[in-house]
Nanobody, 125 residues
Framework: QVQLVESGGGLVQAGGSLRLSCAASGRTFSTYAMGWFRQAPGKEREFVAVINWSGGSTRYADSVKGRFTISRDNAKNTVYLQMNSLKPEDTAVYYC??????????????????WGQGTQVTVSS
């Protein structure tokens, strides 16, 4: 049983930056792959980024590659999403998710076992 809590969302102008954090409960955090997904109004939830259990493997959606960076600090049970050069189309609720199959870096929301409540990111033009 894992609880995930996102923070760091807010309103930012296009071109700006935000860093999202996701704090996880439990001593097994370091065994999970951790992903970020987002959902805009009227849109399907979409993959953003994922990092495997060790942090040695990452994967990004094409739409954010080169702008966003996912990282984790297993000692702090926290995963981060650094978002730079933000665009209005990045506006969404951002969710972190945990995959107990920690070696993989899946883009499929259905494989993730635990989800946070989401944090709103709004990028103004």
């Amino acid at each position: 049983q894992v609880q995930l809590v996102e923070s760091g969302g807010g309103l930012v102008q296009a071109g700006g930056s935000l860093r999202l954090s996701c704090a996880a409960s439990g001593r097994t955090f370091s065994t999970y792959a951790m992903g970020w997904f987002r959902q805009a109004p009227g849109k399907e939830r979409e993959f953003v980024a994922v990092i495997n259990w060790s942090g040695g493997s990452t994967r990004y959606a094409d739409s954010v590659k080169g702008r966003f960076t996912i990282s984790r600090d297993n000692a702090k049970n926290t995963v981060y999403l650094q978002m730079n050069s933000l665009k209005p189309e990045d506006t969404a609720v951002y969710y972190c998710a945990a995959d107990e199959t920690g070696w993989r870096t899946s883009q499929r929301a259905t494989v993730y076992d635990y989800w946070g409540q989401g944090t709103q990111v709004t990028v103004s033009s």
